[in-house]
């Protein structure tokens, strides 16, 4: 079963830092795109940042650019997102998801807050 | 940015009923290998998304037939032929096609 599992979310104070992680499983990781959306509670999706199968080409939104970072390890078949100098408009939900939106994690939440 | 658009944002619906939402987008969606990545997705109450249709009309694995997608260039529809209980939620359309991929504002479909 195709299974992508986050991990990481939480509460950070503005200017704040945090890692989110996504361990995937029952597909052949290093093949494929991987990517990170994310949702406002109740609003609707943006499309935040995307890799491809050996890491070296990256795409970001203008509104994270410079602040979150994407990376893959393919021998422990995980995506990251580091994210810093994080903003209040940063909070939502961040899933993990497979190519074009194929597959997706549960979610994790993080909040900016002070 | 390809702005997308939905209408209607909101969609009351009888079970048993045919319901449609169509989705524009502001340029063409077609890539440079000739393909259109114009995707839908499903989200229920409490759930993450769901992807039901890819390259504007291919059904993803384990999505009921009732569930088609259809369009060309900036005009997309997806229809499902007779409503069931278990398809409330919102519905997003959503174009890979130009960087940065960007989603419609999502069609919230409830029962009558």
């Known amino acids: 079963e195709v299974q992508l599992v986050e991990s990481g979310g939480g509460l950070v104070q503005p200017g704040g830092s945090l890692r989110l992680s996504c361990a995937a499983s029952?597909?052949?990781?290093?093949?494929?795109?991987m990517s990170w959306v994310r949702q406002v509670p109740g609003k609707g999706l943006e499309w935040v940042a995307n890799?491809?199968?050996?890491?070296?080409?990256?795409n970001y939104a203008d509104s994270v650019k410079g602040r979150l970072t994407i990376s893959r390890d393919n021998a422990k078949n995980s995506v990251y997102l580091q994210m810093n100098s994080l903003r209040a408009e940063d909070t939502a939900v961040y899933y993990c998801?497979?190519?074009?939106?194929?597959?997706w994690g549960q979610g994790t939440l993080v909040t900016v807050s002070s | 940015d390809v702005v997308m658009t939905q209408s209607p944002l909101s969609l009351p619906v009888t079970l048993g009923q045919p319901a449609s939402i169509s989705c524009r987008s502001g340029?063409?969606?077609?890539?440079?290998?000739?393909?259109?990545?114009l995707n839908w997705f499903q989200q229920r109450p409490g759930q993450s998304p769901r992807r039901l249709i890819y390259?504007?009309?291919n059904r993803d694995s384990g999505v009921p037939d009732r569930f088609s997608g259809s369009g060309s260039g900036t005009d997309f529809t997806l229809k499902i032929s007779r409503v069931e209980a278990e398809d409330a939620g919102v519905y997003y359309c959503?174009?890979?096609?130009?960087?940065?991929?960007?989603f419609g504002p999502g069609t919230r479909v409830d029962l009558k």
């Open positions: 390259k504007v009309s």
């Open positions: 998801t497979r190519g074009g939106g194929h597959t």
């Open positions: 890799l491809n199968p050996d890491g070296s080409d990256k």
């Open positions: 340029q063409s969606l077609v890539y440079s290998d000739g393909n259109t990545y």
């Open positions: 029952g597909f052949t990781f290093s093949n494929y795109y």
């Open positions: 959503m174009q890979a096609t130009h960087w940065p991929f960007t």
